[in-house]
Nanobody, 118 residues
Framework: QVQLVESGGGLVQPGGSLRLSCAAS????????TGWYRQAPGKQREWVAT???????NYADSVKGRFTISRDNAKNMVYLQMNSLKPEDTAVYYC????????????WGQGTQVTVSS
């Protein structure tokens, strides 16, 4: 059973930084595509960033140049470094892992709240 546990959320002022962490267990993590999504109140969950098993990255336009996704396969960890935070970045952030094969397997964490406010 794959489990993803996020941490690192909190309250930060506009222009500040936070680093989210996602710990994965129960799998050989390096084979997965990993990513971050977020959901603001009253809105649908939206994609933020992805890092493939080959370390290719991609970002939503809204966070490009401000957020950086990274991973440490030896520690089964995924990170999201968030800089120059804006009030519109306020959301619950979710870690995601996907394994592509004969069947696509998707796993989600429980989410961590990020609030950007003065």
């Amino acid at each position: 059973q794959v489990q993803l546990v996020e941490s690192g959320g909190g309250l930060v002022q506009p222009g500040g930084s936070l680093r989210l962490s996602c710990a994965a267990s129960g799998t050989i993590f390096r084979a997965y595509t990993t990513g971050w999504y977020r959901q603001a109140p009253g809105k649908q969950r939206e994609w933020v960033a992805t890092m493939t098993s080959g370390s290719s990255t991609n970002y939503a336009d809204s966070v490009k140049g401000r957020f950086t996704i990274s991973r440490d396969n030896a520690k089964n960890m995924v990170y999201l470094q968030m800089n120059s935070l804006k009030p519109e970045d306020t959301a619950v952030y979710y870690c995601h892992a996907r394994l592509l094969g004969l069947t696509t397997l998707d796993y989600w964490g429980q989410g961590t709240q990020v609030t950007v406010s003065s």
